[in-house]
């Protein structure tokens, strides 16, 4: 396994309680649309068991043509050791990342895709909109429903309506409208619906999706395969 150490270059505050650290792009490291990183703290792997309170799973809410790797992350006053550490962070420290992946590339098949996401959950499908954008082959069009009760909507100047690109965008605060929208959205039986949120978000999603008769082979998840099914067939 690999791990790439590498330095802050920036930090972007998205809103009051959200930041972005921008890290320079290691050498030979690459990633595509949907990824996720292990993103881990100094002195992680310091002991002889790695430190698993300093490594966190995290989405890349950037492109390699960005040339730099983005983590947006939500970070409360209330907060976990790493995130505590992550706060007090400067440009130039270290950081390191491992095991990259992506469970949620931009399926090309010529359908609706529904972009369904929680908060923060939006930084993973950033790079899908941006994805779509330069090359939109196979993709009849998109939609991003994001639920955020903060109102401070994230990356809105890319979550923005944009129907010559056949790209619409919506965010709602509270679960009442956002769920009524889902089921709105489930009205197209042939579409795509990919979930990003927190595991009980998630289910609660499946639920509605598949009462209203979407497939669990139209659903997408930022999980690996072995974990779907625990997801997939609950109905």
Same mark, same amino acid.
């Given at each position: 396994?690999?791990?790439?150490?590498?330095?802050?270059?920036?930090?972007?505050?998205?809103?009051?309680?959200?930041?972005?650290?921008? +890290?320079?792009?290691? /050498?030979?490291?690459?990633?595509?649309?949907?990824?996720?990183?292990?993103?881990?703290?100094?002195?992680?792997?310091?002991? !002889?068991?790695?430190?698993?309170? +300093?490594?966190?799973?995290?989405?890349?809410?950037? =492109?390699?043509?960005?040339?730099?790797?983005?983590?947006?992350?939500?970070?409360?006053?209330?907060?976990?050791?790493?995130?505590?550490? @992550?706060?007090?962070?400067?440009?130039?420290?270290?950081?390191?990342? %491992?095991?990259?992946?992506?469970?949620?590339? =931009?399926?090309? /098949?010529?359908?609706?895709?529904? @972009?369904?996401?929680?908060?923060?959950? @939006?930084?993973?499908?950033?790079? +899908?909109? *941006?994805?779509?954008?330069?090359?939109?082959?196979?993709?009849?069009?998109?939609?991003?429903?994001?639920?955020?009760?903060?109102?401070?909507?994230?990356?809105?100047?890319?979550?923005?309506?944009?129907?010559?690109?056949?790209?619409?965008?919506?965010?709602? !605060?509270?679960?009442? !409208?956002?769920?009524?929208?889902?089921?709105? +959205?489930?009205?197209?039986?042939?579409?795509?619906?990919?979930v990003v949120g927190s595991d009980e978000f998630l289910v609660q999603n499946i639920e509605v999706l598949r009462e209203q008769g979407i497939n669990p082979e139209q659903i997408m998840l930022d999980k690996h395969e072995q974990? *779907?099914?625990? %997801? *997939?067939?609950?109905?």
């Amino acid at each position: 396994m690999q791990i790439y150490w590498t330095k802050i270059n920036k930090i972007i505050d998205e809103t009051p309680e959200v930041k972005t650290y921008v +890290l320079d792009c290691p /050498e030979d490291f690459t990633w595509e649309e949907g990824s996720h990183t292990h993103f881990a703290l100094e002195g992680f792997n310091a002991g !002889d068991k790695p430190d698993r309170s +300093l490594i966190r799973h995290m989405s890349i809410s950037t =492109l390699p043509h960005e040339n730099s790797i983005g983590i947006t992350t939500r970070i409360r006053e209330q907060c976990s050791k790493f995130k505590m550490i @992550l706060r007090n962070l400067e440009v130039g420290n270290e950081v390191a990342i %491992f095991k990259t992946h992506s469970n949620v590339p =931009l399926t090309r /098949e010529g359908k609706n895709v529904y @972009l369904l996401s929680s908060g923060v959950g @939006l930084a993973t499908f950033r790079p +899908l909109v *941006l994805e779509y954008f330069e090359r939109a082959d196979n993709v009849n069009q998109i939609h991003s429903l994001n639920i955020d009760s903060s109102k401070d909507f994230l990356f809105t100047n890319i979550f923005e309506s944009a129907p010559d690109k056949k790209f619409t965008s919506q965010f709602v !605060d509270n679960r009442k !409208d956002y769920y009524e929208e889902v089921k709105n +959205l489930a009205a197209d039986k042939d579409g795509l619906f990919y979930v990003v949120g927190s595991d009980e978000f998630l289910v609660q999603n499946i639920e509605v999706l598949r009462e209203q008769g979407i497939n669990p082979e139209q659903i997408m998840l930022d999980k690996h395969e072995q974990e *779907l099914p625990e %997801f *997939l067939s609950r109905m």
